[in-house]
């Protein structure tokens, strides 16, 4: 089984929608969560970390779900410069290890 | 601090030949960690180094490749006797104790 899993999508939604994605992750050791983005051709870049509480960054949540094992990532208000991949990340205590899942594509349509 | 850094940018190996990826992290990162990406395709884990160690090399081919972080200086990813299924784009992101990890702009090695 995958340490993280996403749904590859894609994801095509029209401008000003919201859109959600989620993540599963395997090992309930996991200590530290992370949601990054890639552009095409580029590297992956920290969107946001996940906090077991929550947390919001303007238009973007982030939520974790300890007893589900799953992380999610809420987009409101869609801009066509959301349009992107979203990786989902987890770390484990031990090792320091980052998992990166395969990815959910985003395109914003105008 | 200048980021993640990675030499060279774009790199043409002919078949056959060696490839050598360097990877300077970010300052006070001893955490480093390499990933390969083929087109339309995820970031597929390659190994996980601290200075002078591999933490990690589960996802490193068993031939051809290895990886070193010296004490000093950056870390390489070295491709011996590339072939074009070695055509990809090669990551590196540092971190230090479970904090998140940044990313070089990568290198893209092509082989002709």
């Known amino acids: 089984r995958k340490e993280v899993e996403q749904d590859p999508g894609p994801f095509n939604v029209p401008e000003g929608a919201t859109v959600a994605f989620n993540c599963t992750y395997s090992?309930?050791?996991?200590?530290?969560f992370f949601w990054y983005r890639q552009d095409c051709r580029k590297e992956p870049k920290l969107l946001m970390s996940?906090?077991?509480s929550g947390n919001e960054d303007g238009r973007f949540t982030a939520q974790l779900n300890r007893a589900s094992q799953y992380i999610s990532l809420l987009i409101r208000d869609s801009k066509l410069s959301d349009s992107a991949t979203y990786l989902c990340?987890?770390?484990?205590?031990?090792?320091?290890?980052?998992?990166f899942g395969t990815g959910t594509s985003l395109t914003v349509i105008p | 601090n200048a980021g993640v850094m990675q030499n060279p940018r774009h790199l043409v190996r002919r078949r056959g030949q060696e490839a050598r990826l360097r990877c300077s992290p970010m300052?006070?990162?001893?955490?480093v960690y390499w990933y390969r990406q083929l087109p339309e395709e995820g970031l597929k884990f390659m190994v996980y180094?601290?200075?002078?160690?591999?933490?990690?090399e589960s996802g490193m081919p068993k031939e051809r490749f290895s990886a070193e972080f010296p004490k000093e200086g950056p870390s390489i990813l070295r491709i011996q006797q590339v072939v074009r299924g070695d055509s990809a784009a090669y990551f590196c992101?540092?971190?230090?104790?479970?904090?998140?990890?940044?990313f070089g702009q990568g290198t893209r090695l092509t082989v002709v």
């Open positions: 180094l601290q200075k002078e160690n591999i933490i990690d």
């Open positions: 090992n309930s050791a996991s200590q530290s």
């Open positions: 996940v906090y077991s």
């Open positions: 300052k006070g990162h001893s955490h």
């Open positions: 990340v987890v770390n484990k205590e031990t090792g320091n290890q980052f998992y």
């Open positions: 992101a540092s971190s230090s104790t479970r904090t998140e990890a940044f």
